[in-house]
């Protein structure tokens, strides 16, 4: 796979920005608590697991060591979107705009889904990272398929239970929170095996 070389510098920033790209828009998309069937879940979940995936192929490609500073940029755009929509929240609007109460719904919450993100994320992460380096070498680099699903089964179960309990705990009711656990982490799980 000519494009997927280590001296191809313009494939890692590609998959650098849309893993940014991934972290802000999961998290605005995470106010929402939607209910498919019986399946409830934050819908972040929809994109969020191509978070995993382009962690996976940038710790395989470029190196445990370009995934830890992924995650320190990820880490660090995601506080800046938050303390972005804080200042934007409290700023006065101007009289003849009338959306503050709908701006609130939905950014004025977001601190709290970006805080349990960071959390999650550079924990999840971390381990999905680890898991991955650490199996290649025991591996000797053979088995991809089994490293990615292995090692994202461990990060997602940590970024989903960590996220899950900071976001929402308090919001939602236990019992929502333990389906919402079930249910995002069986989608992330399932994003990453097919």
Do not use: C
Not at 7 to 35: C, D, P, Q, R, W
Not at 95 to 112: E, F, K
């Amino acid at each position: 796979m000519i494009l997927f070389r280590r001296k191809n510098i313009h494939v890692y920033e590609l998959l650098s920005g849309l893993f940014v790209m991934t972290l802000i828009v999961s998290n605005i998309a995470s106010v929402k608590i939607v209910s498919v069937g019986p399946f409830v879940f934050d819908a972040g979940t929809i994109l969020f697991p191509l978070a995993y995936i382009i962690g996976d192929i940038v710790t395989e490609v470029y190196g445990y060591r370009k995934m830890r500073s992924l995650i320190y940029t990820g880490v660090f755009t995601l506080l800046l979107a938050m303390v972005t929509f804080w200042i934007v929240q409290n700023l006065p609007g101007a009289s003849d705009w009338h959306n503050q109460a709908a701006y609130d719904a939905i950014l004025g919450v977001v601190w709290r889904i970006v805080a349990a993100s960071i959390v999650a994320l550079f924990i999840g992460e971390m381990m999905n990272a680890y898991v991955m380096a650490t199996m290649k070498v025991s591996t000797k680099g053979k088995a991809l398929w089994r490293r990615m699903i292995s090692s994202s089964a461990v990060g997602s179960a940590v970024d989903t239970v960590v996220f899950s309990l900071i976001a929402f705990a308090g919001v939602l009711e236990w019992g929502v929170i333990g389906q919402l656990m079930l249910t995002v982490f069986g989608i992330k799980l399932a994003t990453e095996i097919v």
